[in-house]
């Protein structure tokens, strides 16, 4: 039997560097700048997305017995659904958005600020960066694990240094305006800034990354003597918390950073702009870096959100290409490489914002699936996993998870394919409906007809 005394310390340090990457400091940046005087509310809703839910999926996954997520989804639901949910999922997590955006971030970071914004810029550096990702992804060496292990210490201790001097000469004193960033995302940071925290959690993909993750912490878990699936359970509760700690730490500060960095930017038409461009999340931290530690610091950040990102994007690429030759091996892990990191390429282009509104719409159908999955299997031994509970709390979740992503996909896309009779029910019967979480009634109802439908079955 392994054991140590710091078993909680090292399972937790090793989720939390899989769960941070460069791309989860963009929205706690982009939320602070914007919830201004409601950063708290703002932030608060944004843990509970971000922090608390994928602290409960690893809870939830780790006390079900099994080995890793798609299992315990299939035992609970079906085969087909398992196979269905997990490669959406892992679609999301690897080139639809999260292999783009490492690219798009560190571009955003490291290189916009110095070179603009032009398709030319963009193209060089997406050769060079996507590049590099395929060839660690498929060539792994001591480098690429270097870059790894090392990189989240540096890239935190860049952020602190930052933190520390938004502490010491903010650029706004008080952040007495708040602003809603743009109507096709939902988010009202003046007017109910918790719930557009709370959506922007959604953003970072940590709560879906951790039906990836888990089966890592399981059985890092069992390497440590769990024998049981409460003693699985226990140690990664205790780890989870630790991860989560330290996330939301750095999100409340990295947060509290943007909403004193206002004044860095102009306000022009609901939106802040540098150079006449809406401003994202790494331009916040980039120009942020500048203000306190000029071009030096700036430089210093540039190059540590590039290596982080290039360390993620290979893992990412690695992963997806790993699951879906598990799926169709007739295909080589190297062409699976080839393809997730093309596609990856391709996403970048739309940029940064781009990317993440282009996420919103799988992110409103994911999540309620998600959620409803973890809820369910943390309350399991109270209906006995009873697997019709399981199939109509899902069933009735998922369309109101549709409708909102059909929706959100209409507004960006300025079409109006939906009927107005449905959208009235929707936004303006449905309870919560008019903030993308009607679903959550709609679980209820399934879970409650569930219940019934189990009675009268027995």
């Known amino acids: 039997m392994k054991s140590t005394q710091n078993k909680y310390l090292i399972i937790g340090l090793m989720l939390f560097a899989m769960f941070f990457g460069a791309s989860n400091l963009t929205y706690p940046a982009f939320l602070g700048i914007y919830s201004g005087s409601n950063l708290w509310l703002a932030i608060l809703g944004f843990c509970l997305s971000a922090v608390t839910l994928p602290l409960l999926a690893v809870i939830a996954i780790s006390y079900s017995g099994s080995d890793n997520a798609q299992d315990m989804i299939e035992k609970r ?3 087909w659904f398992a196979v269905t949910f997990m490669t959406v999922l892992n679609l999301a997590i690897g080139p639809l958005f999260s292999i783009s955006r490492t690219g798009a971030v560190s571009f955003s970071v490291g290189v916009a600020p110095f070179f603009g914004n032009d398709l030319i810029s963009k193209l060089i550096y997406g050769l060079i960066f996507f590049g590099l990702t ?3 992804a498929v060539k792994p060496s001591k480098i690429a694990d270097n870059i790894g292990k090392h990189l989240t210490p540096a890239l935190l201790l860049v952020i602190a240094t930052l933190i520390i001097g938004s502490y010491i000469s903010p650029a706004a004193t008080s952040p007495n305006n708040s602003y809603n960033a743009a109507n096709d995302l939902s988010n009202a940071f003046s007017d109910v800034p918790f719930i557009a925290g709370l959506l922007q959690g959604y953003g970072t993909l940590d709560a879906l990354a ?3 993750f888990i089966n890592v912490v399981i059985s890092s878990a069992k390497q440590f003597g769990a024998k049981s699936k409460h003693d ?3 140690i990664s509760l205790k780890a989870g918390v630790i991860t989560t700690a330290f996330l939301a730490i750095i999100y409340i500060f990295i947060a509290r950073l943007g ?5 860095l930017f102009n306000m022009q ?3 802040f702009v540098l150079n006449r461009a809406g401003v994202d999340g790494g331009t916040v931290l980039s120009i942020a870096a500048r203000n306190y530690f000029g071009t030096f610091g700036q430089l210093t950040l540039s190059l540590a959100v590039f290596l982080a990102c290039l360390s993620t994007s290979s893992g990412l690429v690695v992963a997806s290409a790993d699951y879906f030759h598990t799926l169709l091996p007739k295909l080589s892990h190297a062409r ?3 393809i997730m990191t093309l596609i990856g390429t391709f996403l970048y282009f739309s940029g940064l914002n781009g990317i993440i509104k282009a996420s919103l719409a799988m992110l409103f159908f994911l999540y309620p699936i998600a959620i409803s999955l973890i809820v369910l299997t943390l309350t399991g031994k109270w209906f006995k996993d009873k697997k019709i509970v399981y199939v109509s709390t899902l069933i009735w979740a998922s369309v109101a998870a549709l409708y909102d992503s059909l929706s959100t996909l209409a507004g960006q896309l300025n079409m109006d394919f939906i009927p107005s009779s449905i959208s009235h029910f929707f936004t303006q019967i449905l309870p919560l409906g008019q903030f993308q979480l009607g679903w959550i009634c709609f679980a209820l109802v399934g879970f409650i007809l569930g219940l019934a439908l189990d009675k009268i079955k027995a």
């Open 210 to 212: 951790a039906f990836m």
């Open 232 to 234: 699985v359970a226990i």
């Open 336 to 338: 699976w490489s080839a």
């Open 134 to 136: 395929y060839l660690i």
């Open 269 to 271: 038409d609901g939106l």
């Open 77 to 79: 639901v079906s085969k």
């Open 259 to 263: 909403s004193v960095s206002q004044g």
